[in-house]
């Protein structure tokens, strides 16, 4: 069979057992999407059953998001469907599913040396380290830039074959029928989907396949407004009655449950414990020793987490965390640590000794440890038996779970079988496996004494201390300003003092390493992810980003927002405090740096009305902040692409905290394929933001976390959730994820209307943490 450059997904599987896509020759997968009784394969991508039922495959963890409706949404869109029979079907791992964009945003951490040869999507190395890999991790709203045309070009090519057997049966053309709402149309006749199936699936489809001449896009709707959707959450009934199935709800017969205990944060290692001590738990089925940890197996959760407490684990600690001595190492860094400019604009700014020749203001910011708080801990089922380990979990990473599961046993990732299960939140939290390992290595314990399937459940308290949380920042923001007194930006420089995060995340993720080793490992090295978001969007005409590589001891991991949750929030409060130092209206003085961006005045303009900006005078409370995240993360695309958004806060001081009253934002993430979703992230990511900006910071004193749960982490409960208000433009531009932009928008937007209504400039997050 031919195969061309944009081979499409059923071209291959439909009468047949394989998938193939391109790469620098055709590549043939095990067709991923077998159908089942009364089901008929069309591709990679859906399968069309007997009574109707369009089954999508998704191979994006649903985490809260809306990857199992959007989607879906854009099969159905495509392919004619009737939404009232789309059902989802959790993909396996494949290369058919590889998610190359976001193979080329990470080369620099799977290919660390000349990564320029893969960070781009339609680069062959990015293409063949994603399929042959099975690369289809969920992260940095990659979704529809990963897989919107694969799943169009799938339902276009699965639409073609079955008018053409509609039109076999009338005797007409194939280009003449339509598809909608389920029937293939002609001439005042229809066929349903569900009649033609078996035939059209042993057709093979045109190629390239005709797509219809709009991709799928919903106009907003202005201002507050409201209205239904048109492609509701396929996941909302059953989450809302309650049958919707999480990584922590598997039941399996004969299953076992275990708790575990971590040492203290550093370098740990099990040292004593006393088993004659859980003698008495007649549920207890097994105690298993790990290098780090301690498990116990019983036949309820609870039994387990009491005999842990009552055999009291030791462990021997190198390094203990502590908050003081991180501050310390990240003032030295910021202060007098050898930095390297990662990103540049115009000739740069260098600050020199001489008099006239450093910053006319230099301001410092601070950041604490970001932790996740996701709703739900790690939790992963496992049974190994045979040579065999199965594993029932959430991952946004599924095959590097399954590589480090089959190192940690010895076995071939072959022997690895990963069902995907749905995350009850993860905020970037289940892009790591460390449970994988330590599930697959209990089950083969148990397994030794009698194969059964084994629950591992992390408590709220291991979830604090033995995650990863968002790398504490320390950062000077300095500016020097052009002649006449107005504010008016000539050069800027942001120095940050931040671990090499991300490259320490990609020795964990790529190279398997354990959090000391990584931490090790990518000590010194420039890490421009770790500074994303720090290139101001406004027309400055010289800029340096410099990253100080700080050395912190404490272990990190990426976060929802992730760099620009910190960026975001130094480069926003500076440009607001130049407006006030120097007089200006802090809307106005930013939109006279906007002339480089004309989508993100509109925003700025919409956001003003939608807030009834009053300037943000003194005690009014109201304080605004912009921020963009540009396509593939490259720095200063423009008005290229990218997300955009405009949020003003309206806040004030109480006493015992902070209250924010309303949240108003004006978003662009160009064209929009599902406005409910998109509404729904944007809210979402303004409370996470929020929370944030008000608490989920960790400290750490002898190893241990001083917030042992989620009452301790100042989030926010309904109750302190402000009014938000949420206007998007209308826009042809390139889609863009609209899940992380509040995130980094909240922070400075919340801190900025904080001065406007006190007075006082906060500058460490989160806000307060100081004192005042």
């Given at each position: 069979m031919p195969i061309s450059r944009r081979g499409v997904l059923i071209g291959a599987a439909v009468g047949g057992g394989?998938?193939?896509?391109?790469?620098?020759?055709?590549?043939?997968?095990?067709?991923?999407?077998?159908?089942?009784?009364?089901?008929?394969?069309?591709?990679?991508?859906?399968?069309?059953?007997?009574?109707?039922?369009?089954?999508?495959?998704?191979?994006?963890?649903?985490?809260?998001?809306?990857?199992?409706?959007?989607?879906?949404?854009?099969?159905?869109?495509?392919?004619?469907?009737?939404?009232?029979?789309?059902?989802?079907?959790?993909?396996?791992?494949?290369?058919?599913?590889?998610?190359?964009?976001?193979?080329?945003?990470?080369?620099?951490?799977?290919?660390?040396?000349?990564?320029?040869?893969?960070?781009?999507?339609?680069?062959?190395?990015?293409?063949?380290?994603?399929?042959?890999?099975?690369?289809?991790a969920t992260a940095d709203g990659t979704t529809l830039a990963a897989y919107e045309m694969p799943c169009r070009e799938a339902a276009a090519a699965a639409r073609a074959v079955l008018c053409m057997a509609a039109a076999g049966r009338w005797g007409v053309a194939w280009e003449e029928c339509e598809a909608a709402a389920g029937f293939v149309l002609h001439d005042g006749k229809?066929?349903?989907?569900?009649?033609?199936?078996?035939?059209?699936?042993?057709?093979?489809?045109?190629?390239?396949?005709?797509?219809?001449?709009?991709p799928p896009a919903e106009t907003p709707i202005p201002g507050e407004a409201d209205a239904a959707t048109s492609y509701a959450r396929l996941d909302l009934p059953a989450?809302?009655?309650?049958?919707?199935?999480?990584?922590?709800?598997?039941?399996?017969?004969?299953?076992?449950?275990?708790?575990?205990?971590?040492?203290?944060?550093?370098?740990?290692?099990?040292?004593?414990?006393?088993?004659?001590?859980?003698?008495?738990?007649?549920?207890?089925?097994?105690?298993?020793?790990?290098k780090r940890w301690l498990a116990a197996v019983a036949t309820n959760w609870w039994a387990a987490d009491r005999a842990l407490a009552a055999m009291e684990p030791r462990f021997r600690v190198v390094g203990p965390l502590e908050t003081g001595k991180i501050d310390e190492r990240l003032d030295r860094a910021v202060r007098r640590g050898k930095g390297e400019a990662v990103a540049v604009r115009g000739e740069g700014v260098e600050w020199g000794p001489e008099p006239g020749h450093g910053p006319d203001l230099a301001l410092r910011y601070d950041v604490a440890p970001g932790a996740h708080v996701t709703p739900e801990t790690a939790s992963v089922t496992a049974r190994f038996a045979d040579g065999r380990l199965e594993l029932w979990m959430a991952s946004q990473a599924p095959e590097r779970a399954r590589r480090a599961a089959a190192k940690a046993l010895g076995i071939s990732v072959e022997n690895v079988i990963f069902y995907p299960m749905a995350a009850g939140g993860s905020f970037d939290r289940r892009l790591e496996h460390d449970h994988a390992i330590e599930a697959a290595l209990i089950a083969r314990e148990v397994g030794r004494v009698r194969s059964r399937p084994v629950q591992l459940i992390w408590s709220r308290w291991e979830e604090q201390l033995a995650g990863r949380p968002r790398a504490p920042v320390a950062a000077i923001v300095s500016a020097r300003l052009a002649p006449g007194g107005e504010g008016r930006i000539a050069g800027l420089k942001a120095r940050i003092a931040v671990q090499p995060s991300a490259r320490e995340f990609?020795?964990?993720?790529?190279?398997?390493?354990?959090?000391?080793?990584?931490?090790?490992?990518?000590?010194?090295?420039?890490?421009?992810?770790?500074?994303?978001?720090?290139?101001?969007?406004y027309d400055i005409p010289h800029v340096t980003v410099e990253h100080v590589p700080a050395d912190t001891g404490a272990p990190s991991g990426r976060l929802r927002g992730n760099a620009h949750g910190y960026t975001a929030f130094f480069i926003e409060s500076f440009i607001d405090e130049l407006a006030h130092r120097h007089g200006r209206e802090p809307l106005?003085?930013?939109?006279?740096?906007?002339?480089?961006?004309?989508?993100?005045?509109?925003?700025?303009?919409?956001?003003?009305?939608?807030?009834?900006?009053?300037?943000?005078?003194?005690?009014?409370?109201?304080?605004?902040?912009?921020?963009?995240?540009?396509?593939?993360?490259?720095?200063?695309?423009?008005?290229?692409?990218?997300?955009?958004?405009?949020?003003?806060?309206?806040?004030?001081?109480?006493?015992?905290?902070?209250?924010?009253?309303?949240?108003?934002?004006?978003?662009?993430?160009?064209?929009?394929?599902?406005?409910?979703?998109?509404?729904?992230?944007?809210e979402g990511g303004l409370v996470f933001g929020m929370a944030q900006a008000l608490g989920?910071?960790?400290?750490?004193?002898?190893?241990?976390?001083?917030?042992?749960?989620?009452?301790?982490?100042?989030?926010?409960?309904?109750?302190?959730?402000?009014?938000?208000?949420?206007?998007?433009?209308?826009?042809?531009?390139?889609?863009?994820?609209?899940?992380?932009?509040?995130?980094?928008?909240?922070?400075?937007?919340?801190?900025?209307?904080?001065?406007?209504a006190t007075g006082l400039r906060l500058r460490r997050l989160p806000l307060l943490s100081g004192g005042l």
């Open positions: 394989l998938v193939a896509a391109w790469t620098l020759r055709p590549r043939r997968f095990a067709d991923p999407l077998p159908p089942g009784r009364g089901e008929h394969a069309f591709g990679a991508w859906l399968k069309i059953a007997q009574d109707g039922v369009i089954a999508i495959a998704v191979p994006q963890l649903e985490m809260g998001q809306g990857a199992t409706t959007v989607l879906p949404q854009v099969v159905a869109q495509e392919l004619g469907a009737d939404w009232r029979q789309v059902a989802v079907e959790p993909a396996p791992v494949s290369g058919a599913y590889a998610n190359v964009p976001l193979a080329a945003r990470w080369a620099p951490l799977w290919m660390p040396v000349l990564p320029g040869l893969a960070d781009r999507p339609d680069d062959i190395l990015a293409r063949r380290f994603a399929e042959s890999s099975r690369f289809t229809r066929l349903s989907f569900a009649a033609l199936a078996a035939e059209a699936a042993e057709m093979t489809a045109p190629d390239p396949p005709p797509l219809r001449a709009r989450k809302v009655d309650g049958t919707f199935l999480f990584a922590a709800d598997v039941r399996l017969p004969g299953m076992v449950y275990a708790a575990i205990k971590h040492g203290p944060a550093g370098v740990a290692e099990l040292t004593d414990f006393d088993p004659r001590a859980a003698a008495h738990i007649g549920e207890l089925v097994q105690v298993i020793e790990g990609g020795r964990r993720l790529f190279g398997n390493r354990t959090a000391a080793a990584a931490l090790a490992d990518s000590a010194g090295e420039a890490d421009p992810m770790a500074v994303e978001g720090a290139m101001p969007l106005s003085y930013r939109m006279e740096m906007l002339g480089g961006d004309p989508r993100m005045a509109e925003c700025l303009q919409r956001a003003a009305r939608l807030a009834e900006w009053d300037g943000g005078q003194a005690q009014s409370g109201k304080g605004l902040a912009c921020h963009r995240m540009d396509a593939g993360g490259a720095e200063g695309a423009g008005d290229a692409g990218g997300g955009r958004i405009v949020c003003i806060a309206t806040a004030r001081q109480e006493e015992g905290g902070v209250r924010v009253s309303r949240l108003a934002a004006c978003v662009d993430i160009g064209r929009i394929v599902n406005l409910d979703i998109a509404r729904q992230q944007i989920a910071a960790l400290s750490y004193r002898q190893g241990v976390p001083e917030q042992s749960r989620l009452a301790d982490m100042n989030l926010p409960t309904l109750a302190d959730v402000p009014e938000i208000a949420v206007d998007f433009v209308d826009s042809d531009a390139p889609p863009f994820d609209p899940g992380e932009l509040g995130v980094a928008v909240a922070a400075p937007a919340i801190a900025n209307a904080l001065h406007s």
